[in-house]
């Protein structure tokens, strides 16, 4: 089973700012199935990007994934008030894991 | 529009068997490439995937939880249905259901609080 790391555990930075969230792989994921989700207290995930760097229906360009083999990055160019929540990244290959999150909070 | 709903027993005893009930609608589970999964997330932690029905019956599950978990699809009620055998207080969580594309969930219903206790 492929285990995901997400870092760091929790990332504190103000309004405006760049955030870079990494999701580390035990194995090399395909990057058609690696996909990351938002989720605010008391609510569903939302789906941000599937395939690695692709933006779902109605996610903000401020959002962006890139990578491949075991390393992977979710970006969020300038932050909104709204942003702030805990992250998770996911792979699906021959089962379908999710990393432990990253909660993003205000500085 | 896609909407999918989780429905079930709020509490459940140690060692009794869970059935939840996924309903959803707007896409059809017989539809080719089509998908649904369960999740779940005990409170305070991250999320765990549990088990994932395609249009064509193919079944996945979580290896570790394999032994108990069942899916199973009913598509003229647009329904899939998860059981999980011999539930644990640990088993306490969140129960979601999510549409799949391209392996991930991009359509989730609100989670239902399942609580293991005697």
Avoid at chain 2, 52 to 63: A, H, M, T
Avoid at chain 2, 70 to 99: E, G
Wanted: aromatic share 10%; hydrophobic share 30%.
């Amino acid at each position: 089973e492929i285990v995901l790391t997400q870092s760091p555990g929790t990332l504190s930075l103000s309004p405006g700012e760049r955030a870079t969230l990494s999701c580390r792989a035990s194995q090399s994921v395909s990057s058609s199935y690696l996909a990351w989700y938002q989720q605010k207290p008391g609510q569903a995930p939302r789906l941000l990007i599937y395939g690695a760097s692709s933006r779902a229906t109605g996610i903000p360009d401020r959002f962006s994934g890139s990578g491949s083999g075991t390393d992977f990055t979710l970006t969020i160019s300038r932050l909104e008030p709204e942003d702030f929540a805990v992250y998770y990244c996911q792979q699906y290959g021959s089962s379908l894991t999710f990393g432990q999150g990253t909660k993003l909070e205000i500085k | 529009q896609i909407t999918l709903k989780e429905s079930g027993p709020t509490l459940v005893k140690p060692t009794q068997t869970l059935t939840l009930t996924c309903t959803f609608s707007g896409f059809s589970l017989s539809t080719s490439g089509v998908g649904v999964g369960w999740i779940r997330q005990p409170p305070g932690k991250a999320l765990e995937w549990l088990a994932l029905i395609y249009w064509d019956d193919d079944k996945r599950y979580s290896p570790s939880l394999k032994s108990r978990l069942t899916i199973t699809k009913d598509t003229s009620k647009n329904q899939v249905v998860l059981t999980m055998t011999n539930m644990d207080p640990v088993d306490t969580a969140t129960y979601y259901c999510a549409h799949v594309l391209y392996a991930a969930f991009d359509y989730w219903g609100q989670g239902t609080l399942v609580t293991v206790s005697s």
